[in-house]
């Protein structure tokens, strides 16, 4: 299971940090990721860390958001700067084991003009 949590309402240029949380013994095992899903839009990736450390981001939040694993602690997190209002969404956590997918509850994330 994975279980995220630290969304919220924010104003432009502000800042949030994401946090998600995997059950099992397996978390450096896995490749984990952020999505988000905005009203009407398609679920998209923002931002990918492999099992061996390697990031991935999105043209758009490439410089303002940066991903992070604990593994010791079984999480994931996204740090999110300079947030703008394109970036409203509810975002997902989400997990690959060879081949198995995994995705969490999402937790709404909305930035005021």
């Known amino acids: 299971q994975l279980q995220a949590s630290g969304g919220g309402l924010v104003q432009a240029g502000g800042s949030l940090r994401l946090s998600c949380v995997a059950s099992?013994?397996?978390?450096?095992?896995?490749?984990m990721g952020w999505y988000r899903q905005a009203p009407g839009k398609q679920r998209e990736l923002v931002a990918a860390i492999s099992r061996g450390g390697s990031t991935h981001y999105a043209d758009s939040v490439k410089g303002r958001f940066a991903v992070s694993r604990d593994n010791a602690k079984n999480t994931v997190s996204l740090q999110m700067n300079v947030l703008k209002p394109e970036d409203t969404a509810v975002y997902y956590c989400n997990a690959q084991y060879y081949g198995s997918t995994y995705w969490g509850q999402g937790t709404q994330v909305t930035v005021s003009s």
């Open positions: 099992g013994s397996v978390f450096s095992m896995y490749d």
